[in-house]
């Protein structure tokens, strides 16, 4: 990578502990590393000037706090560290923090290109890439209104606080468990799709307060979920031009770091359609997905709910259309799971492609009695 200008330079030791990372994957740390890197954790941790703040981001996967390792593979830590510096401006943080993400895979990509072959798809990857970093700048930012994420993102460009806060982002998030190029796109399609899940889960939320009000706004703001909710099929495209073949030369390294434990994509479906009983065994396995077991999570009121109890038929119209373009996005992923890892067992202890397909279709859902659930922030982003 080339030198970044002074005022995007990091201080102390942290090209070192990036460097460290980098060299062949995280799968090749010794003992040693991960104990280094372990201590300087503490040590930011401890000491919480905002100089160290870097290297806490850099290094919290290897912390001995009972991390699940869905969430240090994916370093989503760093993306909640981002998120929090828009409170006011959610759907634009988020936003920000995936037209980064795809713009560093892009780098990357281009970077790489000249060393490729045919068998690599990188000509097609970054037609895909193009064409989805074209449709977040599509996304609609205002409700009922005209301002696009394209506005946003562009702003940005000529911020450098902003800049220096979307190159702590990347660099911050993008270490390999392997030392093979392809693994970029699974680990930044794995970003990409949880920040979707966190804007989808926003919208149908203040969808469903919208709509349990009768509020003028609530067809607009369903309108808003319906060009979200196309996100995930979006990245998915993106990420077929990663072959089964590319997939497995890098998919042991990432050990049970299975996606299985996703807070977000959860609790996306929780507020979507409510609790689903049949993933309570799923559920069980994980200490930190317990909460969605129990109250007041586990009865939490859906946007499905909330729709059919308003007998409102464009309400109704609105919600198929969101529901089918969901269903549409669990059937890719039933499908990734069947040809990538045919017979084999998913990392996070499942059946694999037979766990997903039970899940592909919801109009057999019977969701658990319902309560308003007072006091929960169910727009936060979600990580362990």
Not at 218 to 228: G, N, R, S
């Amino acid at each position: 990578m080339e030198t970044a200008p002074a005022s995007l330079q990091f201080s102390g030791r942290c090209d070192e502990v990036i460097q460290l990372q980098e060299r062949a994957g995280r799968q090749a740390l010794t003992a040693e590393d991960r104990e280094l890197l372990a201590k300087l954790y503490e040590e930011s941790y401890a000491d919480r000037r905002a100089g160290s703040e870097v290297m806490r981001l850099l290094t919290r996967p290897f912390s001995r706090e009972p991390i699940p390792e869905y969430y240090r593979y994916s370093n989503l830590h760093v993306y909640s560290w981002f998120l929090g510096l828009h409170p006011t401006e959610p759907v634009a943080g988020a936003v920000l923090a995936l037209e980064a993400t795809l713009a560093d895979l892009d780098e990357v990509e281009r970077r790489a290109a000249p060393r490729l072959t045919p068998a690599d798809h990188g000509e097609e990857r970054l037609r895909r890439l193009d064409a989805l970093r074209e449709r977040v700048g599509e996304l609609p930012v205002e409700t009922a209104g005209r301002a696009t994420a394209a506005k946003i993102i562009e702003r940005a460009r000529d911020d450098d606080l902003a800049r220096w806060q979307a190159r702590v982002l990347t660099r911050c998030s993008g270490f390999l468990a392997s030392n093979d190029h392809h693994e970029h796109l699974f680990l930044r399609s794995v970003q990409a799709c949880e920040l979707a899940f966190h804007l989808i889960r926003h919208f149908a939320v203040r969808s469903r307060t919208a709509v349990a009000r009768g509020d003028d706004q609530a067809l607009a703001l369903m309108a808003q979920l319906a060009v979200f909710v196309e996100l995930p099929n979006h990245i998915f495209h993106l990420l077929r031009t990663l072959t089964p073949e590319l997939f497995l030369a890098f998919r042991d390294a990432t050990g049970e770091a299975s996606a299985v434990q996703s807070l977000n994509y959860h609790l996306m479906e929780l507020v979507m359609y409510g609790y689903d009983a049949r993933k309570t065994e799923a559920y069980t396995r994980f200490d930190h997905l317990h909460e969605l077991t129990v109250p007041p999570l586990r009865s939490v009121r859906p946007l499905r709910e909330a729709v059919l109890k308003s007998g409102d038929p464009e309400l109704s119209e609105a919600l198929g259309g969101i529901e089918r373009t969901l269903t549409t996005w669990r059937g890719r992923h039933y499908g990734f799971g069947r040809r990538y890892l045919p017979g084999a067992k998913g990392s996070g202890g499942t059946e694999g492609a037979g766990y997903l397909k039970r899940f592909v279709h919801k109009g057999n859902l019977v969701p658990e009695p319902i309560t308003t659930a007072p006091g929960i922030d169910l727009l936060g982003f979600a990580f362990r």
